[in-house]
Nanobody
Framework: QVQLVESGGGSVQAGGSLRLACEVS????????VGWFRQAPGKEREGVAV????????NYADSVKGRFTISKDNAKNTLYLQMNSLKPEDTAIYYC?????????????????WGQGTQVTVS
């Protein structure tokens, strides 16, 4: 059974930083694309960042480029999202996702497995 558990969310002032972590069990993250999504109240879930398989290249939503960095530790089977220069519009529940079906990475329907989410609030 694949499980994803996010941590690291919280409340921070604009301009601050947070580092999210997603521990994955039941599936090796070096065998698939893995990514971060977010969902703000009243909005659809949107792709934030992704690590592609097999070359581990990355891609980001335009809204976070230059501020967020996605990384992973295959030995720990853990995905990270370093978020700097946070803005109020970054406020959302952040989810990690694993086991990519193929297609466009920022489409939430293209991932099989999801964590429970962690709240990020920027004021």
């Amino acid at each position: 059974q694949v499980q994803l558990v996010e941590s690291g969310g919280g409340s921070v002032q604009a301009g601050g930083s947070l580092r999210l972590a997603c521990e994955v069990s039941g599936f090796p993250i070096d065998r698939s694309c893995v990514g971060w999504f977010r969902q703000a109240p009243g909005k659809e879930r949107e792709g934030v960042a992704v690590v592609f398989y097999p070359d581990a290249s990355t891609n980001y939503a335009d809204s976070v480029k230059g501020r967020f960095t996605i990384s992973k530790d295959n030995a720990k089977n853990t995905l990270y999202l370093q978020m700097n220069s946070l803005k109020p519009e970054d406020t959302a529940i952040y989810y990690c996702a694993a086991r990519f079906r193929g297609g466009t990475w920022y489409d939430a329907k293209k991932f099989y497995d999801w964590g429970q989410g962690t709240q990020v609030t920027v004021s």
